[in-house]
């Protein structure tokens, strides 16, 4: 029997410390199973050692260290702490901080921040605190930007661009131009949608964004939603003004076989997508003139008959 290791052991539950019986703490000083004639329990362990610094913690800690831009300090940046203590700092014009009075086995994550600005890490966790800690951080402010338009080229506001990388994500709603920009982002490869309701959503991958610089070109071209698509183009759920009109009760077979064949081969292409926008800026005032109008309602059936035909048979040969 070893005196001194047994009196470590015993001195740590004086402290507070409780026995440990996990396998994975075999070697530690408060492992609650003993053997004939070890001496393994006379040191403390790490953990051993941060359980007592959890106990009676020491406030002579810190983590400090630069936030750079472009290889330069950056000034004025807000540096948060949070965890089991809430603090902040903010950056001189070196680009220079420190968190300190923090005690080792506590938990404290730093997050830095500046409007304007993304930062690489977005932030740092230490679960625990082990020691003083250097940390530095870089800041980006790299962006991508585009247009989102019909396939009229007519602008469209609203429209909501997310993009997304392994790391970060990010959106922006395009302005009444149908211009849009995503910024600040870090460094990456992004992947962006634009939605709106009323139209299909688009996708582009592998938009690459250089160091503080700007990706232009990323364009949009929405086209209107199909029936069932969820979306609304303003009148018919996506359908066909005019053929609605003109039947009066919607999706008959006749207007069926014309929203199939829309689907199939105009949205499928930009001359088709193109189609269906002018018809869509177009037919409504003709659908709406045409609704009460009995006699015209079946000149235009009479008109929609052939065209009725023919996309049937399209369809129908698939």
């Given at each position: 029997m070893?005196?001194?290791?047994?009196?470590?052991?015993?001195?740590?539950?004086?402290?507070?410390?409780?026995?440990?019986?996990?396998?994975?703490?075999?070697?530690?000083?408060?492992?609650?199973?003993?053997?004939?004639?070890?001496?393994?329990?006379?040191?403390?362990?790490?953990?051993?050692?941060?359980?007592?610094?959890?106990?009676?913690?020491?406030?002579?800690?810190?983590?400090?260290?630069?936030?750079?831009?472009?290889?330069?300090?950056?000034?004025?940046?807000?540096?948060?702490?949070?965890?089991?203590?809430?603090?902040?700092?903010?950056?001189?014009?070196?680009?220079?901080?420190?968190?300190?009075?923090?005690?080792?086995?506590?938990?404290?994550?730093?997050?830095?921040?500046?409007?304007?600005?993304?930062?690489?890490?977005?932030?740092?966790?230490?679960?625990?605190?082990?020691?003083?800690?250097?940390?530095?951080?870089?800041?980006?402010?790299?962006?991508?930007?585009?247009?989102?338009?019909?396939?009229?080229?007519?602008?469209?506001?609203?429209?909501?661009?997310?993009?997304?990388?392994?790391?970060?994500?990010?959106?922006?709603?395009?302005?009444?131009?149908?211009?849009?920009?995503?910024t600040p982002l870090v460094p990456d490869t992004y992947n962006a949608q634009t939605s709106k309701s009323g139209y299909t959503s688009q996708d582009i991958t592998g938009i690459v964004v250089g160091e503080n610089s700007e990706t232009t070109g990323q364009n949009f071209e929405l086209t209107v939603a199909p029936p069932g698509a969820g979306g609304s183009s303003g009148g018919g759920g996506g359908g066909c003004f005019i053929a609605t009109a003109a039947y009066g009760i919607p999706m008959v077979e006749d207007e069926r076989i014309l929203y199939e064949f829309r689907d199939r081969y105009l949205l499928t292409n930009r001359a088709g997508r193109l189609f269906v926008s002018l018809y869509n800026r177009v037919s409504p005032p003709v659908a709406n003139f045409t609704r009460d109008k009995e006699t015209l309602k079946a000149i235009v059936r009479a008109g929609l008959k052939p065209l009725v035909g023919i996309a049937r048979r399209m369809t129908k040969s698939e």
């Amino acid at each position: 029997m070893d005196i001194q290791n047994i009196g470590t052991h015993e001195i740590g539950h004086f402290m507070g410390l409780s026995d440990l019986y996990s396998a994975g703490d075999s070697e530690k000083t408060m492992y609650g199973y003993g053997s004939a004639g070890e001496t393994k329990k006379r040191t403390l362990d790490s953990d051993d050692e941060l359980g007592l610094s959890y106990l009676y913690p020491a406030y002579n800690y810190f983590i400090s260290g630069t936030v750079s831009y472009d290889g330069s300090g950056l000034s004025g940046v807000s540096m948060t702490l949070s965890g089991d203590k809430s603090d902040s700092d903010t950056t001189d014009v070196n680009g220079d901080y420190s968190l300190s009075s923090l005690s080792i086995a506590y938990n404290y994550t730093v997050t830095p921040s500046l409007t304007g600005y993304d930062f690489s890490p977005a932030s740092q966790s230490y679960s625990p605190l082990t020691n003083n800690q250097t940390q530095d951080f870089i800041a980006y402010d790299g962006s991508f930007s585009g247009t989102v338009k019909d396939a009229l080229a007519v602008a469209i506001s609203g429209a909501t661009i997310t993009i997304t990388s392994g790391t970060s994500s990010a959106s922006a709603t395009s302005d009444a131009s149908g211009n849009y920009q995503v910024t600040p982002l870090v460094p990456d490869t992004y992947n962006a949608q634009t939605s709106k309701s009323g139209y299909t959503s688009q996708d582009i991958t592998g938009i690459v964004v250089g160091e503080n610089s700007e990706t232009t070109g990323q364009n949009f071209e929405l086209t209107v939603a199909p029936p069932g698509a969820g979306g609304s183009s303003g009148g018919g759920g996506g359908g066909c003004f005019i053929a609605t009109a003109a039947y009066g009760i919607p999706m008959v077979e006749d207007e069926r076989i014309l929203y199939e064949f829309r689907d199939r081969y105009l949205l499928t292409n930009r001359a088709g997508r193109l189609f269906v926008s002018l018809y869509n800026r177009v037919s409504p005032p003709v659908a709406n003139f045409t609704r009460d109008k009995e006699t015209l309602k079946a000149i235009v059936r009479a008109g929609l008959k052939p065209l009725v035909g023919i996309a049937r048979r399209m369809t129908k040969s698939e």
